[in-house]
C-alpha cells in the first residue's frame, strides 16, 4: 500500500526544501522508504507561508519511523537542536507532518 505524505517546511526553519530533498533522497536510509519531491501546493491545514514537500512512499510508514528520521535529518544537517514536528491526521486520511523550529 503506498502512501502520499505532506511535509510543511515552517519558513522559520531556514531550511532549503531542495536542499533538505535532495539529503533525504540521496540518503540510503530514508529514500529507501520513499522519494521525497517538491509541491506547488500551500498548505491549507497549517500556515499559508510555510513550504510543503511531499513524501511518496511506497508502503505505508509509521509515524514514530518518519518523525524520528526527519528530525535526525534536519538536526544532523541543519539545525543545532531537534525541530519540533507535529502530525496531524485529516478527516480524509491524508496525513501532514509540519516542522517547526523550537
Known sequence: MSE???IALDPE???DPETLIAAWN????TSNLGELTASTDASPYYDPTAIVIVLNAAV???SGILTSLLTDLIKDKYLPKKPEIIE???PDGQKIVI???K
Open 60 to 62: 505505508a510508514i509509521a
Open 88 to 90: 496531524i491526521h485529516q
Open 4 to 6: 502520499q505524505i505532506q
Open 26 to 29: 540521496g540518503d540510503s536510509q
Open 13 to 15: 526553519l531556514g531550511i
Open 99 to 101: 516542522v517547526k523550529k
